[in-house]
């Protein structure tokens, strides 16, 4: 017999690989679904300049016990409604496909909690959504028309807006495991309070409240939407934005510098003359061949500026410091970020923080706590970059003994994050990331052994303090009987000594 043969669509793929996006079991499943609103919610905020009011609800049915429920909802600039059937509704279809610096960036995570839903439940997933500017609200039902990969539109309504409100509410059902999941779920949602601290995020759940309100009013600068880098061209790339340009007259050289990042007339003419090419040459007269001369010599042109790092929206030192001490509470916190740096053309920032102490727990090893674009990474730690840093340093010179209650915090942001997944948990070790990180946990260890070492002299002086103490009743007296004197006036002057010597020796612990 003859094969059959046919094409796959971009839901069905998902469909049946649903692991690889991170659904691979109810408990994983709600995990990520979970992930993927709180996200999309955060993004829609923080991104445009709104501080974040996300509201994010779990409920079980009682009469079936493995059906979740999950509202999210959030004060975000809101979806037009024209374009809510596609963003729900359409793998590979969304606003971020953009040099810029944000948690989503494959058009994908919602769209997977969707087919799981409806998958396992056969429940669409409703939506209410209103953008700052309209005046009517879209409320949708919906599903995935998986072999066609488009939105099947169940029920939909427009209304007139009578609130100024903007924002979007999610709500679907899924199978997931509740009792399996309710701790990831929990300390996923702690761990965005951390690296959101200027969030307000309220949890509610069947096993109560939680509440992490803002613990700061500032936002970090949002990311600018960028150019490419020329170093992370390709041909394809290439060719797309001369397409794009739809501009018969362009020169290489005008070709440069309106579509790259940091070229100038200058760097653009010394690059070319470099490559071999003319200058004036039209884009449009490029064949396959000078396009691949040309995206070569890009990569490995040894002149570029390092990509900038407007595109990026790191915490900084001061707010990653904050959100540490308020989710952590340890006895000391210290927080360092790493000027712009770059991998292949896309530029990266590390930031790191370091916790001791307080109600962090002692444990055999450093407390590892990861965060990509603001996102907590929750799974895989085995295999990512800063784990690989981690185990390979010597704890012991930085006065850690363990059992020691240690946590360092990491945080890589970028327009392009090396993840070794589509499930986004795990960061790969790009040697130029690795650099940087290693940097950067050194750093705040080097702090925390500073703090380490004068807690050490502080102790030291006070056990001086005490066996002095223990003994000046006796010498006193001693002194006392033979000097002929009032045992009192020997020990106040004795305390008087003794006061200044411990000031001499005075150590300040700042936390
Ligand atoms: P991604 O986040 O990777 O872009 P998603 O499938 O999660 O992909 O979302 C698709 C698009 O839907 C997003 O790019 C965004 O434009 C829009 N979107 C999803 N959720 C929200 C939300 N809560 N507020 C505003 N826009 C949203
Ligand atoms: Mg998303």
Request: aromatic residues 0%; proline residues 0%.
């Given at each position: 017999m003859s094969e059959k043969y046919r094409g796959l669509s971009p839901a069905e793929f998902f469909h049946r690989n649903k692991e690889i996006a991170g659904f691979s079991n109810p408990s994983r499943a709600l995990y990520q679904t979970v992930r993927e609103l709180v996200e999309n919610s955060l993004d829609a905020t923080e991104t445009h300049g709104i501080l974040p009011y996300i509201d994010v609800e779990v409920r079980l049915h009682e009469d079936r016990p493995e059906w979740v429920t999950l509202r999210v909802a959030d004060n975000g600039i809101g979806i037009p409604a024209h374009e809510i059937p596609n963003v729900f509704g359409r793998v590979f279809y969304g606003s971020k496909y953009v040099v810029r610096q944000t948690r989503g960036v494959f058009g994908l995570g919602v769209k997977m909690a969707v087919l799981y839903a409806q998958m396992t439940t056969g429940k669409p997933i409703y939506v209410k959504s209103s953008t700052r500017d309209s005046d009517v609200v879209g409320e949708y039902l919906l599903y995935i028309d998986i072999s066609r990969n488009i939105p099947h539109v169940q029920k939909m309504r427009i209304k007139k807006k009578n609130k100024n409100w903007h924002g979007t509410i999610v709500r679907l059902t899924l199978e997931g495991a509740w009792l399996q999941s309710k701790k990831r779920i929990e300390d996923y949602i702690r761990r965005t309070a951390l690296i959101s601290p200027y969030a307000t995020i309220r949890y509610r759940s069947p096993d109560g409240e939680l509440l992490f309100e803002r613990v700061s009013k500032e936002l970090p600068e949002p990311p600018q939407i960028g150019k490419y880098h020329p170093k992370g061209v390709d041909i394809e790339i290439l060719k797309d934005l001369i397409r794009r340009s739809n501009n018969n007259d362009m020169t290489l050289a005008g070709f440069l510098e309106k579509y790259f990042e940091g070229v100038g007339e200058k760097i653009a003419q010394e690059f070319l003359t470099w490559a071999g090419f003319q200058p004036d040459t039209k884009v449009k007269e490029l064949k396959l061949a000078d396009l691949e001369k040309l995206a070569t010599a890009m990569k490995n042109f040894p002149k570029w500026r390092r990509p900038r790092p407007l595109t990026l929206s790191p915490l900084g030192s001061e707010l990653l410091k904050k959100g540490v001490k308020s989710i952590l509470k340890p006895e000391f916190a210290t927080a360092v970020i790493r000027p712009p740096s770059s991998y292949g053309g896309h530029a990266f920032i590390v930031e790191a923080a370091i916790a001791y102490g307080g109600e962090i727990p002692p444990q055999d090893n450093v407390l590892l706590l990861r965060f990509a674009n603001k996102m907590p990474l929750l799974y895989d730690e085995g295999v990512d970059v800063s784990r690989k840093i981690v185990d390979s340093i010597d704890w012991s010179i930085y006065k850690i003994k363990f059992p020691a209650p240690v946590a360092v915090v990491t945080h890589v942001c970028s327009t392009k994050i090396p993840f070794?997944?589509?499930?986004?948990?795990a960061i790969a070790d790009v040697p130029e990331l690795e650099h940087e990180l290693e940097i950067a946990i050194r750093d705040v260890a080097r702090r925390l052994r500073i703090y380490l070492s004068k807690l050490e002299k502080m102790y030291e002086v006070k056990r001086k303090e005490v066996t002095i103490r223990k003994y000046m009743g006796e010498v006193s007296s001693s002194l006392a009987y033979v000097l002929n004197m009032d045992p009192n006036s020997i020990s106040s002057l004795l305390e008087e000594l003794l006061k200044k010597e411990l000031e001499k020796k005075e150590v300040t612990v700042n936390a």
């Open positions: 070794k997944g589509v499930g986004k948990e």
